[in-house]
């Protein structure tokens, strides 16, 4: 998915597609908005997940951002490994 390899040290913190979804449902409307936004933008990368995976959020470093070269998003990891990522926000 992603041409960029998200080092191990990017990844913040762990969730689930059901958290993803259930930010989806928020009452601001434009929280809800992104997160309907970023749930169909991952899409693809949902359909590679198999039993055991995990999804984690990453981020590049503070300086990637500071010098207009972040970017966040997605990462399956499967045995501890980095399976496959998607880049959901850049600068």
Known sequence: MDSQQVPKAW???ETTLQEIMATCNNEDPQVAAVANHYL???APLFQQMQPGDELWNYSSPGEDWANNRGNAGLAI????EILDSMCMVRN
């Open 77 to 80: 990891v499967r045995d501890g």
């Open 40 to 42: 169909n933008q991952a």
């Open 11 to 13: 990844l913040t913190a």
